[in-house]
């Protein structure tokens, strides 16, 4: 196993600016000399800045009730539970802390049927939605396509590094005036990765659902709303959606 002078810590201290300015140029430099390290920095950075975008819409938000209702119950019966959590390396943080966030913002995590947005989603997947065009993996038609089809500056996302080649892009129809896109992926493992968007149909919002052995994530703004589907675990399904959504550059 090849290792490097600097631990996960000191790449955390770098990305923070806490290193001191000598210790910061030996870091950076070190960083600069491998290609892994720098692969790392910029997954360590993509986590934070997805944890910073999750984290900041909650901070207005109210506790929700059933936190007060459980700080207000008897100690003995609050602290009647308690859990061995096992230690977990670095680069797993981030995918547990979304996950949380994610329980806390939506009880229902974990839904199998019912929101209209995955169901569009999967009947796209499944061919039940009109092919307006498909672009096979041309990226620059495929970007020049999706600012037409959703009216917003979204780029087409590379996911080589999770291990996603593209396979084809496609714009569907939704109904007789709208228009969604939709690109396939897949790995060297034969997992297909799809990712559908359309322009937004709600608030913002973030969740994580699972279906059978298919994990769906969906991030919505203002502007777009964005469904991921593919067989994988949540962690690498957090993951994949990370680097996504940091690539479709809105």
């Not at 720098?38 to 360590?44: A, D, K």
């Not at 009647?80 to 981030?94: H, M, N, S, T, Y």
């Not at 994530?217 to 777009?224: G, M, P, R, V, Y």
């Amino acid at each position: 196993m090849k290792t490097h002078p600097v631990s996960d810590e000191q790449l955390h201290a770098y990305i923070d600016g806490e290193l001191d300015p000598a210790e910061a140029r030996r870091v950076e430099a070190i960083i600069a000399a491998s290609p892994e390290l720098t692969l790392q920095v910029e997954q360590f950075r993509a986590d934070k800045a997805l944890i910073h975008r999750i984290y900041a819409p909650l901070i207005e938000q109210p506790l929700p009730t059933a936190l007060f209702e459980t700080l207000e119950r008897p100690r003995r019966q609050r602290f009647a539970f308690r859990f061995k959590i096992p230690l977990v390396p670095a680069g797993a943080i981030a995918a547990a802390a979304l996950l949380v966030v994610g329980l806390l913002a939506y009880p229902n995590l974990v839904d199998t049927g019912g929101d209209p947005l995955v169901a569009e989603a999967i009947a796209a997947q499944d061919g039940k939605l009109r092919t307006v065009s498909s672009l096979g993996t041309d990226t620059v038609s495929g970007d020049r396509v999706a600012e037409e089809t959703l009216a917003a500056p979204v780029k087409i996302p590379n996911l080589e590094k999770a291990g996603y080649v593209l396979k084809g892009i496609a714009v569907v129809a939704r109904n007789a005036d709208g228009r969604a896109l939709q690109a396939r992926y897949g790995n060297g493992a034969g997992k297909s990765f799809i990712v559908y968007m359309r322009r937004s149909s709600g608030p913002d919002r973030f969740e994580l659902q699972q279906r059978g052995q298919t994990q769906v994530c969906i991030w919505q703004n203002d502007e777009l709303s964005v469904v991921m589907t593919g067989d994988m675990s949540a962690k690498e399904m957090l993951k994949v959606a990370n680097l996504t959504y940091s690539d479709l550059n809105f």
